[in-house]
């Protein structure tokens, strides 16, 4: 075992039956004292199955296991993943309360059911995009409640100008995305006026499954010069589908996420979800060792941020990749 | 003992919507699949109204309001246009997943912050779970009251027989096209203020909150007539109430028992499938003894 001094502060009183059943002789008084890791027991609430929100929950373990904190050895991890299945977030989140030094929520609805059923635990968001649209924070800077987070808000301004810098004789950007997701639209609405500012025309379609995205695409590829899309699940899942029209119709696609752009989009700056997973590992042991309160703990936004390029795409498009960089 | 409390408080909010899917059921023989579309409808008319300020108990009956006039819609595609009732419910589900998105304006309105009816009991000293529990009782004891006097009435009456004997009913008189427009509009409603309940305890609306509302719905309906068959019309309310109960309460012990995330919705249905087997079960562990008792005489 690693030994590290500790200033450990008195975490709400919780004595966790897991943590007692690890615990060799080692009262379970929260008393403060510098001794080794004790247990700690994490809550893990994912609203679905997806690749970034997996992501981000992989990189938030690993950032804790290198912090010494050992699943199995001295950290319980308490993980639920409702599969997209409103029903069973709320029986989730009375399950993980209570229970855990601090909860981590991914995805907008994990989160809100978290609030709801408690008001006390500590809790974590990471992969939502607008905490104070969702009712999860009162102010970005000063959360004032037990809940904060990482936004995965990603620079929509620099995604636009980057289009544009790809398509410089544009006159009219498309932007696709489903319109039952709540973040997409954020996006969509921002990605909107930052293409307006610019005195370019925009034209919206929205899909509501994966089966309507040929068809939609299809449509919007005839009337646009290049298309924009935010981090939309649904369009994630359908970026080969969408990239091969772009390619039909020579269009450039800025999608919001690196992920997309693999599967099929030509560039784009974003976000990594496992370095934003780990810098909400980072904001989880300021609670943990150093007793921070989240209600004064600022919402943070990804510190990492990449230029990614789909070479294949872009030689496609007779764009040398070469000449693709991030606009002043 | 929390999870128990907390299968109880949670299936008596979706007992509602149960009930609602339960007279579909026996007043048109087919699931309804308006519900897919009516309970998040309800959801977004109670957080909308919620948000602009006003009182919960009125967003929630504006909630049921709206779900009635979707059951009008539904009602009159299927009577006076004979589209079949599976085809109608697909069709009314479709229009309001869009009229949905228009009222919320968004995909997600949170209610975290808003005057709820939990929240108004909690000011009274409630504990969270107790209000919840306060707030299902309630709601579900007035249903179960007003359906029970509804059909005792005349128009009650007709429309229970115009689901027993179609051909028969209107042989009597009865206009079983109005009576079926009655029950979709019933129905939507009730499953619309169970969306709006729903909405209020998870602490937000959200678009994709009907998928699956009517797997829920039936599995509650199913249970009920699995532990207790063969009653009059208000014990079979109270039944399914309690099938409800029952089956949040199999689903939370799935999630309880440590099954792999993965295996979460493998699970639910194993044990559901169980559940409704039983029937069967009991009758040829029935047979089997008459079987054996005879070779033994």
């Known amino acids: 075992m690693r030994t590290r001094?500790?200033?450990?502060?008195?975490?709400?009183?919780?004595?966790?039956?897991?943590?007692?059943?690890?615990?060799?002789?080692?009262?379970?008084?929260?008393?403060?004292?510098?001794?080794?890791?004790?247990n700690v027991s994490i809550g893990i609430l994912q609203y679905m199955e997806h690749d970034s929100l997996t992501r981000a929950r992989e990189g938030f373990v690993s950032e804790l296991e290198e912090a010494d904190y050992i699943e199995g050895e001295n950290l319980t991890i308490n993980y639920q993943n409702a599969q997209g299945d409103q029903a069973n977030l709320q029986s989730m989140s009375e399950s993980l309360v209570g229970e855990n030094e601090v909860i981590l929520s991914i995805a907008t609805p994990a989160a809100q059911s978290l609030a709801t059923v408690t008001q006390e635990d500590p809790i974590l968001f990471t992969a939502v995009t607008d905490p104070v649209d969702a009712g999860l924070v009162a102010d970005n800077e000063a959360p004032g409640g037990n809940v904060t987070g990482t936004s995965d808000m990603v620079p929509i301004e620099e995604q636009v100008a980057l289009l544009l810098s790809l398509a410089q004789d544009a006159e009219t950007i498309g932007i696709i995305y489903n319109s039952s997701e709540p973040n997409s639209k954020i996006q969509a609405d921002l990605a909107q006026e930052a293409i307006?500012?610019?005195?370019?025309?925009?034209?919206?379609l929205t899909v509501t499954t994966t089966n309507d995205v040929q068809q939609v695409m299809t449509t919007l590829a005839q009337e646009v010069d290049a298309v924009y899309i935010p981090t939309d699940n649904t369009l994630a899942s359908t970026m080969p589908t969408v990239g091969e029209i772009a390619l039909e119709y020579q269009l450039p696609v800025v999608p919001g996420s690196a992920e997309m752009v693999e599967a099929g989009g030509l560039a784009t700056y974003g976000i990594n979800y496992e370095e934003l997973g780990r810098q909400t590992a980072q904001m989880a042991l300021q609670i943990i060792e150093d007793g921070a309160d989240p209600a004064e703990m600022p919402v943070e936004t990804s510190n990492s941020l990449e230029l990614v390029i789909n070479e294949e795409v872009a030689e496609s498009l007779g764009i040398d990749p070469e000449s693709i960089v991030l606009p002043e | 003992m929390d999870i128990i409390l907390s299968s109880i408080s949670q299936g008596l909010l979706w007992s509602v919507m149960a009930i609602g899917v339960y007279l579909t059921f026996r007043i048109l023989d087919i699931a309804d699949l308006t519900a897919e579309g009516s309970f998040p409808l309800?959801?977004?008319?109670?957080?909308?109204?919620?948000?602009?300020?006003?009182?919960?108990?009125i967003a929630s009956l504006l909630?049921?309001?709206?779900?009635?006039?979707?059951?009008?819609?539904?009602?009159?595609?299927?009577?006076?246009?004979?589209?079949?009732?599976?085809?109608?419910g697909i069709l009314t589900m479709t229009a309001l997943y869009s009229i949905n998105l228009r009222i919320m304006g968004q995909a997600n309105v949170t209610l975290l912050g808003q005057e709820t009816?939990?929240?108004?009991?909690?000011?009274?000293?409630?504990?969270?779970?107790?209000?919840?529990?306060?707030?299902g009782g309630i709601a579900v004891g007035l249903v179960i009251l007003v359906l029970y006097l509804f059909f005792s009435t005349e128009i009650g009456l007709a429309l229970r027989s115009t689901g027993d004997n179609e051909d028969m009913s209107e042989a009597n008189g009865v206009h079983t096209d109005t009576m079926k427009i009655i029950g979709y509009m019933m129905c939507n409603g009730l499953i619309s203020l169970s969306g709006a309940l729903i909405a209020q305890n998870n602490g937000y609306a959200d678009i994709s909150m009907g998928i699956g509302t009517i797997v829920i719905g039936l599995a509650s309906v199913i249970i009920g007539e699995v532990i207790f068959h063969n009653l009059s019309f208000a014990k079979r309310l109270v039944t399914i109430v309690i099938g409800a109960i029952v089956y949040r309460?199999?689903?939370?012990?799935?999630?309880?028992?440590?099954?792999?995330?993965?295996?979460?919705?493998?699970?639910?249905?194993?044990?559901?499938?169980?559940?409704?087997?039983?029937?069967?079960?009991?009758?040829?562990?029935?047979?089997?003894?008459?079987?054996?008792?005879?070779?033994?005489?």
């Open chain 2, 117 to 135: 009816l939990m929240r108004s009991l909690q000011s009274y000293g409630l504990e969270n779970r107790l209000a919840v529990l306060v707030v």
């Open chain 1, 5 to 38: 001094e500790m200033k450990k502060k008195v975490i709400i009183g919780l004595t966790t039956v897991t943590a007692s059943l690890l615990l060799v002789a080692c009262g379970n008084t929260s008393e403060t004292g510098d001794s080794e890791i004790e």
């Open chain 2, 249 to 297: 309460l199999i689903i939370d012990l799935v999630l309880q028992l440590g099954v792999e995330p993965q295996d979460i919705k493998l699970f639910s249905a194993i044990i559901l499938a169980i559940a409704l087997s039983t029937p069967l079960l009991k009758k040829k562990v029935k047979k089997a003894k008459r079987i054996v008792g005879r070779e033994l005489n």
């Open chain 1, 196 to 204: 307006e500012a610019e005195g370019l025309e925009v034209k919206i």
């Open chain 2, 63 to 88: 909630a049921m309001v709206g779900g009635m006039l979707a059951g009008i819609v539904s009602g009159l595609l299927h009577t006076k246009l004979k589209i079949p009732a599976l085809l109608t």
């Open chain 2, 42 to 57: 309800g959801a977004a008319i109670c957080s909308i109204t919620i948000v602009s300020g006003m009182s919960p108990l």
